[in-house]
């Protein structure tokens, strides 16, 4: 089993709402990654945790803010956002982070739009 | 740095077979993965590479030259569904852990 879930599969906000986005693996990985996706592009790192600790914050502004309650949870706050955060989210996990040779696994991803 | 370059557009007739090339800087290679991912969707993992050689997998194979950088995605027996991006990504490591790096992706239009 290789499958990272995420919810909501599309969410429509307010620039003055707070919404999640939850993401969720049970295949035991330590790895669990935040990545923004807008039309056409590839997916630009977010956030890395590595075994429930962020390791990697990729100069992402604060109206953004994850959180990893265990080793199969990872959720992304949302506040104050603008419309051009508006983009798909993608959740993935890998076994580990400090070795090359993993995969990254792919949640189906948030369809985000910021009114 | 670590950049990987593949083509922007690709068109390719039903029932045919096409190759997507991409190539990367070698400083630091540790591999290199292929990921397919339709338009809104998740990005599924096709392959990855780590010596040289082919290596298939059904319809798809995907090659790696380290020696050259190089690396190709080769889609046989195309059909329609295989209409998607084709981004290929290679591990970085920077500041003691890994980030994964992709391409812009390659966009192939199957037609009839």
């Known amino acids: 089993d290789t499958e990272v879930t995420q919810t909501p599969k599309h969410l429509v906000m307010g620039m003055t709402n707070k919404k999640s986005l939850k993401c969720e693996q049970h295949m035991g990985h330590r790895a669990m990654y935040w990545y923004k996706q807008k039309a056409k592009k590839p997916p630009e790192l977010m956030f890395v945790y590595s075994y429930e600790k962020l390791s990697i914050n990729e100069s992402v502004p604060s109206r953004f803010s994850p959180e990893c309650p265990n080793s199969s949870l990872l959720n992304l706050h949302l506040h104050a956002l603008q419309p051009e955060d508006s983009a798909l989210y993608l959740c993935?996990?890998?076994?580990?982070?400090?070795?090359?040779?993993?995969?990254?696994?792919f949640g189906p991803g948030t369809r985000l739009t910021v009114l | 740095g670590q950049n990987i370059d593949q083509p922007t557009e690709m068109t390719a007739t039903e029932g045919a077979i096409v190759q997507i090339n991409c190539t990367y800087q070698?400083?630091?290679?540790?591999?290199l993965f292929w990921y397919q991912q339709h338009a809104g969707e998740a990005p599924t993992f096709l392959s990855y590479?780590?010596?040289?050689g082919l290596e298939e997998k059904g319809r798809f194979s995907s090659f790696l030259s380290r020696s050259k950088g190089y690396s190709y995605l080769l889609l046989k027996e195309l059909q329609m569904k295989d209409s998607a991006s084709y981004l290929c990504a290679s591990w970085k490591f920077s500041g003691g852990y890994n980030k994964l790096i992709f391409g812009a992706g390659t966009r192939l239009a199957v037609h009839p």
């Open positions: 070698t400083s630091g290679f540790n591999g």
């Open positions: 590479n780590v010596l040289d």
């Open positions: 993935a996990s890998s076994q580990d982070n400090d070795r090359s040779t993993d995969t990254q696994y």
